[in-house]
């Protein structure tokens, strides 16, 4: 890959985090790596208060790159037809016939906001998109249009009649994000920018080619055989006997830290992965993979601590 071309994709990149600025006050760092998510050709977890900017943020994404977005409230009595769409019977030429409907999932950015609300079936109709990105209804199949990503959220305070996702559903997310309060500066700024009589817009400033170019850009970063061999060891260390770890994360992780390492590094200007992308990265890719023991728990220990002991091990 060309250094122009490095260079006119980190050019791309940074004008979008400027017009996502914007209408979005601060979280620069849960905005790259939901961003990172989205050049991996990845999903995201988000969990975080109500109130912060969820929906506000990925909205403002799809608006700036151009891509069809939907949102889905999870609730206990979400079908999965609901998210997948269903079949509808219409009168055509003096008979009837069934035609697909398609439900919200046929977009290229969706929202499934508070996904622990849903049932586990309705749960399971969704990640079925995310891994197969295709849905299944009856005895047909129907591809969903690239890109496709999904940011699903959770808030983290309220469990009451909620269905926690199984491990084996967390690891088909690539990142899982924690979203933190704004700084009083920020509030300020925030609360001036959404009481005034402007309302902040943002200009559409890429194509859905484009994003797909950037994609295989990204996969295009060239990663030391040394780093390489230093992401199977941070992964493989969590699966060592460590008295605090009941499971560690499988081999997709250590894909997933490969990749989120050069999205990155592209993110910040770089044409190579260097040690602080790996290190930055470890976070959002292993702390919804790696399962504490009750011990552990018990004594307020969480999987980020875990993964820092790692890091310096490491």
Known sequence: MSEKSYRDATDKISSIFNEVGKVIVGQREAIEQIMAAILCNGHALVESYPGLGKTLTISTLSKVMDLKFNRIQCTPDLMPSDITGTYVVEERAGGKEFRFEPGPIFANIVLADEINRASPKTQSALLESMQERQVTAGK??????????????????????????????????????????????????????????????????LTRETLLNLQQITRDVPIANDLRERVIQIV??????????????????????????????????????????????????????IILTFEAERKGRSTDDVIQEILKEK
């Open 140 to 205: 047909e199949t129907y591809p969903l249009d690239q890109p496709f990503f999904v940011l699903a959220t959770q808030n983290p305070i309220e469990m009451e009649g909620t269905y926690p996702l199984p491990e084996a559903q967390l690891d088909r997310f690539l990142l899982k994000i924690l979203l933190g309060y704004p700084s009083p500066e920020e509030e300020t700024e925030i609360v001036e920018r959404y009481t005034g009589n402007i309302t902040p817009t943002v200009e559409k400033i």
């Open 236 to 289: 493989a260390a969590t699966r060592e006997n460590r008295e605090d770890v009941e499971y560690g994360a499988s081999p997709r992780a250590s894909i997933g830290l490969i990749l989120a390492a050069k999205a990155h590094a592209l993110i910040h200007g770089q044409n190579y992965v260097s040690t602080r992308d790996i290190e930055k990265m470890a976070y959002p890719v292993l702390r919804h993979r």
